[in-house]
């Protein structure tokens, strides 16, 4: 398709576990990014990729939140000992360059954390 | 799906009415604004877009006004109809900068 797919598109984990999630941003888009949206509130930024290199990871809310995006295109977002405060939809998202474009955002991955 | 717009703030309007949905931003340094369109169970869909260096830009149905001066956005939905109930937010990038920060969010209900 066209647009930002992320997978999957629910995952259950019970505290403790790893969690994966991916991201097939929009073909040639160099920007991607990651933001989590609690239930009622707005998306927050988690971290930014242009191209392969991870440029901010100022949103990423402890150490057991690790992003990589390795040749450039796919992402992965991995929660390592996951906890019940992670539950919430992960949205990635990807723009054509970094210079004040429009990211456009997948349907996210809602994680529950049991 | 679990809705969006929960507590958040509600502007219910008659199909057919134009709408107004206001936003406050935070930062007097953001020089981009979006809009966003995001339905239950959605990611958020891109409407339209405004540089620092506007006021007030048209697209298809939908006009977006910025005031820089007490740092208020605005976007007016034209004869608003069923398709346009979601959660709309605003989202501004800061001085070059690569992350968005949204706003709070406003629901839009249309009424038949």
């Known amino acids: 398709g066209a647009g930002v797919s992320q997978s999957p598109r629910y995952k259950v984990a019970k505290r403790g576990q790893d969690v994966a999630l991916r991201c097939d941003p929009i073909?040639?888009?160099?920007?991607l990014f990651w933001y989590q949206q609690a239930l009622g509130q707005g998306p927050e930024f988690l971290t930014y990729?242009?191209?392969?290199?991870?440029?901010?990871k100022s949103g990423l809310p402890s150490d057991r939140f690790f992003a990589e995006r390795p040749e450039g295109s796919v992402s992965t977002l991995k929660i390592q000992r996951t906890q019940q405060e992670d539950s919430a939809v992960y949205l990635c998202?990807?723009?054509?360059?970094?210079?004040?474009?429009?990211?456009?955002f997948g349907d996210g991955t809602r994680l529950s954390i049991l | 799906g679990e809705s969006v717009g929960l507590h958040l703030p509600t502007l219910s309007v008659q199909e057919g009415d134009n709408s107004i949905i206001n936003c406050a931003y935070s930062?007097?340094?953001?020089?981009?604004f979006i809009w966003y369109k995001q339905e239950s169970g959605k990611g958020p869909q891109f409407i339209i877009d405004?540089?620092?260096?506007?006021d007030k830009r048209q697209g298809q149905r939908v006009t977006v006004l910025l005031n820089k001066t007490v740092k208020h956005l605005s976007l007016q939905i034209a004869a608003t109809q069923p398709g346009d109930s979601a959660v709309y937010f605003c989202?501004?990038?800061?001085?070059?900068?690569?992350?968005?920060?949204f706003g709070t969010g406003t629901q839009l209900k249309v009424e038949l």
């Open positions: 930062n007097s340094a953001s020089d981009y």
């Open positions: 405004i540089r620092s260096n506007m």
């Open positions: 990729f242009q191209n392969e290199a991870q440029l901010d």
């Open positions: 989202a501004e990038f800061t001085g070059g900068g690569n992350k968005l920060t």
């Open positions: 998202a990807s723009s054509f360059d970094d210079s004040n474009q429009p990211q456009h």
């Open positions: 073909s040639g888009h160099v920007s």
